[in-house]
């Protein structure tokens, strides 16, 4: 039984790899399309690599894309922080963005408590974790064998240790949920409707929070803090879940400029 | 022919006039009802240039004349097919009433580009300033009307500690449109008295809620006044609210809190004051028109273009501001001209509060770019701004004069690089400096479907909390072993005393070994002494533990018959030994259930 197993999971690896190569190929041929094609067809098979997500980034960006670009690099960096790959990349394509908007910073309390995290990975975080918290139980269950020296310390700082890494993989687990405008230009209005007032307008590529969804509508933030209601529709949600940018772009009204 | 030269030359004629409009002027206060001492604005608005204002006396009436206030808007109405272009100048003076009663501003001359005329008189209501005449006020009566009842003078009753702080809280107008500015007051009196101290605690910066409205920093300015004969300083707090949404918005209620005490160690009072909130109803604007901003307000629209003579490849600047009182925030950029021959770049946004005649606002800038790309002329076409006007309840649109640029080629015409994004490729005049990409990953490592979270987290959360639990209980069960020797014997009697009783078939003296089994479970189970234990003695500690007689009958018998075997010389057959040895483990098993179910109870 656990042999068809493996040979299940050893050929839809495979399957899998086939298609990354094919995709690989037709970017080389430039031939973005069918490469966005076998990249999005892979992740909606549920594969969510950095690699997978990096690339369809740079087809997206050959193909003119910039929105859907910045949200697979985006989708790269939050799996594999360390990609420097994908960072100079995204760098590059917020580069090429009219507003050229910094990214939204995570809350106060994430940036003083957790500086240190941001390099790992969500998978690295939750082991360390997982070591730690059982070596907390390790020690005192010492403790309870042989009272020995320092073991009161080292359950504390294990504690410690194990707490920040739990919140640093609560923090991964569950970010901020972060959108990139798709559409060339989204109106953010003061409410849902389209006859709401004007705030400001977003560009494509532009990355901002999400704090609330509703009837199609995402309030979204900037950097800058300035808020406002968007149609979900002209934005491309970092995720998870992974989903491909909307195809067809409705707006509502049009932007004033 | 000759009817076709009478329609333009009309038309030639008719724009003159408009251009030539006749100097007319007019004056507005900002409210008809004014209270006694409560400040107030005198607007003076021309469809020309003003060159000189002379202020008439009016009894009861101060104008302040230093420093009025002035701003210019221009704007296009279009209407029956033609386009009229409009000049509003206004000059705003502030005034403060003296008396109570109906108070005429008679005309004001006002000298128009040359010309002079002058405004219509202007009737005002002036009552008591305790009364005022805000339209939508709330104030704690019981402080703000015991301190204001009556005019000005001499103390009329004795203070109570009631009079010595009241608060107001005021708007313009409860009825507007979205977008629409509301002036807020807010109103903090304290009294003013040699040894009176008050303090504030809480409630001075605590400034009304005003969610669902964009607001303006705060302005304070303390102003000292005398109410009821007695000098109080009034903190006055300026705020303009934008509504954001529409339908019934509120400003919240007002709370103070404070301490009041006479002398350096008088008795403390607390002090406290509340205002209700104020109720606004918020009316959506009318259909809007393709074009709209999004900016609502009484504007001024003006285009400057900084230089209109540049070198090919040296950029030039547009700037277009906006003035006015509006949300800064809902003003979105004008259209970005487009100009053959020239890159034009995305605004630069700047925003600087500035005073206006109704108040507090805000002039917001955007700045374009204009880079010329080839040399001759550039023609920049004018640029429209379409806004919301509450007071006219229409939608006007401001538009800037057409702009002409003048391009001298670059010594080093040809190519040009410049490093930019988003600019339109113009072959062989741009060249675009860019930088490419990384190359994709070629070699993906180990693709597979992401797992989702299933028991994992839990059962490594749980597994070691498991584990600890089990052996901190084991731990403890061993301590009390270590430590308790009743606990231990206890437990272990009933084991030891089967064990005991397995060895006594093969015994040289079984008899001996079957008493020596039975009173040893004895003395465990009693945590005594087992040398030495008589059937009697055991016999004893059984209707001590409260046994009932036939299990007590047994033992003895055990007993009895072990020691007759033992001192009276008989040995006892296999048999008998299997028959006592045999019942010996009954008794056992009764008497250690019967004490484990005595301890249960």
């Not at chain 1, 209005?189 to 995402?218: I, K, N, P, S």
């Not at chain 2, 490729?425 to 597979?448: K, N």
Request: aromatic share 8%.
């Amino acid at each position: 039984m656990s042999g068809l197993v493996c040979i299940v999971l050893l050929l839809g690896s495979n399957v899998y790899t086939d298609t990354f190569e094919r995709a690989v190929q037709a970017y080389e041929a430039d031939d973005y399309g069918t490469a966005i094609q076998l990249y999005e067809q892979l992740v909606a098979e549920g594969v969510e690599d950095p690699a997978v997500f990096y690339n369809s980034g740079n087809a997206y960006y050959r193909n003119g894309d910039i929105g859907a670009a910045i949200a697979n690099y985006e989708r790269a960096l939050q799996l594999a922080p360390r990609f420097e790959n994908a960072r100079e990349n995204l760098d590059k394509a917020v580069r090429d963005t009219q507003q050229r908007l910094s990214k939204p910073l995570p809350s106060v309390w994430e940036q003083s408590l957790l500086f240190w995290h941001y390099g790992m990975k969500r998978s690295t975080t939750y082991r360390i974790a997982a070591v730690l918290w059982c070596l907390f139980w390790g020690v005192l269950a010492l403790r309870q064998w042989r009272p020995l020296r320092y073991t009161r310390r080292a359950a504390l700082l294990l504690a410690v240790l194990g707490g920040a890494f739990a919140a640093s993989a609560w923090a991964k687990a569950h970010p901020v949920t972060l959108a990139v405008a798709h559409a060339e230009s989204v109106p953010v209005r003061y409410g849902t409707h389209d006859d709401e007032t004007l705030r400001f307008e977003l560009r494509a590529g532009d990355r901002v929070t999400v704090d609330r969804r509703q009837g199609g509508w995402a309030r979204v933030t900037t950097v800058d803090g300035e808020r406002g209601w968007v149609h979900e529709d002209a934005m491309m949600f970092v995720g998870p879940p992974y989903l491909p940018p909307p195809s067809a772009v409705d707006v509502g009204e049009e932007a004033v400029e | 022919m000759v009817v076709g030269r009478i329609t333009i030359a009309g038309a030639v004629m008719l724009a003159v006039a408009q251009a030539w409009a006749e100097p007319t002027a007019k004056a507005f206060v900002d409210r008809q009802t004014v209270g006694v001492g409560v400040p107030f604005a005198l607007r003076i608005e021309t469809n020309g240039d003003i060159d000189q204002v002379k202020l008439p006396e009016a009894p009861g009436l101060e104008i302040d004349p230093r420093s009025p206030s002035r701003s210019r808007r221009e704007q296009w109405q279009f209407g029956g097919g033609r386009r009229t272009r409009i000049v509003t100048v206004e000059a705003g003076y502030r005034c403060v009433a003296r008396q109570e009663g109906r108070i005429t501003i008679p005309p004001i001359e006002v000298t128009v580009a040359g010309t002079v005329v002058h405004t219509q008189p202007v009737l005002l209501n002036v009552i008591g300033s305790g009364r005022g005449p805000s339209p939508a006020r709330t104030t704690n009566t019981r402080q703000a009307q015991a301190v204001r009842n009556a005019p000005d003078g001499a103390p009329q009753r004795q203070l109570t500690w009631d009079d010595t702080v009241f608060l107001e809280s005021e708007v313009d107008k409860q009825e507007v449109y979205q977008g629409e500015p509301i002036a807020l007051t807010l109103r903090l009196g304290e009294l003013r008295l040699r040894g009176l101290s008050i303090k504030t605690v809480r409630g001075a910066e605590n400034l009304p809620s005003t969610e669902g409205f964009y607001a303006t920093s705060p302005v304070k300015e303390a102003v000292a006044t005398q109410y009821n004969g007695y000098p109080y300083e009034v903190t006055v707090i300026q705020q303009t609210l934008y509504p954001m949404a529409t339908g019934a918005l509120q400003v919240g209620a007002w709370h103070w809190e404070g301490v009041g005490s006479e002398g350096v160690f008088g008795p403390q009072h607390a002090l406290s004051e509340d205002v209700p909130p104020i109720d606004i109803t918020v009316k959506p604007l009318p259909p809007r028109p393709a074009d709209f901003s999004g900016a609502v307000g009484r504007l001024s629209f003006r285009a400057e273009l900084l230089s209109d003579r540049v070198i090919q490849g040296v950029p030039t600047t547009l700037v277009v501001s906006i003035r006015g009182r509006t949300n800064p925030d809902a003003i979105a950029a004008p259209k970005t001209p487009e100009i053959d021959g020239a890159f034009v770049s995305d605004p630069d946004k700047q925003m600087i509060e500035v005073d206006t005649p109704e108040g507090p606002g805000v002039e917001k800038s955007f700045s374009y770019t204009i880079t010329p790309l080839e040399a001759g002329e550039l023609h920049i076409l004018p640029i429209s701004f379409c806004y919301f006007d509450p007071v006219e309840e229409t939608y006007k649109t401001a538009s800037s004069q057409a702009f002409v640029i003048q391009v001298t080629p670059s010594v080093d015409s040809g190519t040009r690089v410049l490093v930019t994004a988003g600019m339109p490729s113009t072959p062989g005049a741009v060249a675009v400096l860019g930088e490419d990409i990384l190359p994709p990953c070629a070699a993906p490592g180990d693709l597979r479907r992401a797992r989702t979270a299933g028991a994992s987290t839990p059962a490594v959360l749980a597994t070691p909390v498991i584990a600890y639990c089990g052996l901190a209980l084991f731990m403890r069960r061993r301590r009390r072993f270590e430590r308790d020797i009743a606990f231990a014997r206890d437990h272990r009697a009933k084991a030891i005393g089967h064990k005991r009783l397995r060895g006594v078939a093969r015994a040289d003296a079984p008899a001996q070994e079957l008493y020596k089994a039975v009173t040893g479970f004895i003395a465990d189970k009693f945590n005594v002494a087992p040398g030495g234990m008589t059937s009697s003695d055991a016999e004893r500690l059984l209707v001590e533990a409260g046994a009932d007689s036939n299990l007590i009958e047994g033992f003895r018998r055990i007993l009895r018959a072990c020691e007759r075997a033992q001192y009276g010389g008989t040995q006892l057959s296999e048999d008998e030994v299997g028959a006592l040895t045999s019942a010996a483990g009954n008794v056992i098993d009764t008497l250690d259930a019967l004490l484990k179910k005595g301890r249960g109870r």
